[in-house]
Nanobody
């Protein structure tokens, strides 16, 4: 069983940075792939990035490549999403999720956090 708690969201201006954290409970965290998804108002959930158990990172939409950086610290049971040069279109609720295998779709992820709101003003 894994429980996830996100933090770090907030209201920022375009061009600012935020760093989201996903704190996990459970001693098996290092064996899980952790992903970030986001959901903008009126839209479906979108894959942002994932980091697998060995540290391999995959980014989703081209719009975040070069601006977002995902990482994990297994000693702290925490995954991070550093978001730089934020844009209005990055406004969404950001969720972290975990499962044993890598995936860019939300279906296989069995563990989810409650989400953290990121709002970027233009």
């Amino acid at each position: 069983q894994v429980q996830l708690v996100e933090s770090g969201g907030g209201l920022v201006q375009a061009g600012d940075s935020l760093k989201l954290s996903c704190k996990a409970s459970g001693r098996a965290f290092r064996n899980y792939t952790v992903a970030w998804f986001r959901q903008a108002p009126g839209k479906g959930r979108e894959f942002v990035a994932e980091v697998n158990w060995s540290g391999g990172i995959t980014y989703g939409t081209d719009s975040v490549k070069g601006r977002f950086t995902m990482s994990r610290d297994n000693a702290k049971n925490t995954a991070y999403l550093q978001m730089d040069n934020l844009k209005f279109e990055d406004t969404a609720v950001y969720y972290c999720a975990a499962q044993k295998l890598s995936s860019r779709v939300e279906g296989p992820y069995g563990y989810w956090g409650q989400g953290t709101q990121v709002t970027v003003s233009s």
